[in-house]
């Protein structure tokens, strides 16, 4: 079964985050919330200082970008419960942003139609949080929807 991802958030760590769904062919990023443009989104995903160019093609076209050859929906909402998470068929949100990191706030997702929610930063009252190969083992998908990865300061160690 594919899971169906939305970014909210396309900064650094949602681009890395989209760049590390691409080689999994169980996931599939179907949309993006950021106010930046498609056309912005595209360049800046393509091209990237650290990890280099993106192999695939990437185009911005009017409020989609496609990654080679796929849609991905733009959105430009600043507010997360009025995203149309239920509508897009999203089953996971990686809030990206660094600003909704309150168990109440990223449960806006969950309002919006969400399934479950990993905040890339600390968090303030999530269900639990987990560190890959730390105590990954913790996790409970039947208890568990808003989920902290630490900081990406302790993942990328």
């Given at each position: 079964m594919?899971?169906?991802?939305?970014?909210n958030g396309?900064?650094?760590?949602g681009?890395?985050?989209?760049?590390?769904?691409l080689?999994n062919?169980?996931i599939?990023v179907?949309?993006?919330?950021?106010l930046?443009?498609?056309?912005?989104?595209?360049?800046?995903l393509?091209?990237?200082?650290?990890?280099g160019t993106?192999?695939a093609e990437?185009?911005g076209h009017g409020d989609s970008?496609?990654?080679a050859?796929?849609?991905?929906v733009?959105?430009s909402?600043?507010?997360?419960?009025k995203?149309d998470?239920?509508g897009?068929?999203?089953d996971?949100v990686?809030?990206c942003t660094g600003?909704?990191?309150?168990?109440?706030d990223?449960a806006?997702?969950?309002?919006?139609?969400?399934?479950?929610?990993?905040i890339?930063?600390p968090?303030?009252?999530p269900?639990v949080?987990?560190?890959?190969?730390?105590?990954?083992d913790r996790y409970?998908p039947?208890q568990?929807?808003?989920?902290?990865n630490?900081?990406?300061t302790?993942?990328?160690?």
């Amino acid at each position: 079964m594919t899971v169906k991802i939305g970014i909210n958030g396309f900064g650094r760590i949602g681009r890395v985050f989209y760049r590390a769904a691409l080689k999994n062919p169980n996931i599939r990023v179907v949309a993006i919330n950021d106010l930046m443009n498609a056309d912005t989104m595209a360049h800046l995903l393509k091209y990237d200082t650290v990890h280099g160019t993106l192999a695939a093609e990437v185009v911005g076209h009017g409020d989609s970008i496609h990654v080679a050859g796929n849609p991905v929906v733009i959105r430009s909402v600043k507010e997360p419960d009025k995203i149309d998470w239920k509508g897009l068929g999203i089953d996971l949100v990686a809030e990206c942003t660094g600003l909704f990191t309150k168990r109440d706030d990223a449960a806006r997702h969950l309002a919006a139609g969400a399934r479950k929610v990993i905040i890339s930063a600390p968090a303030t009252n999530p269900d639990v949080t987990v560190v890959m190969g730390v105590n990954s083992d913790r996790y409970d998908p039947k208890q568990h929807h808003i989920v902290s990865n630490a900081s990406c300061t302790t993942n990328c160690l």
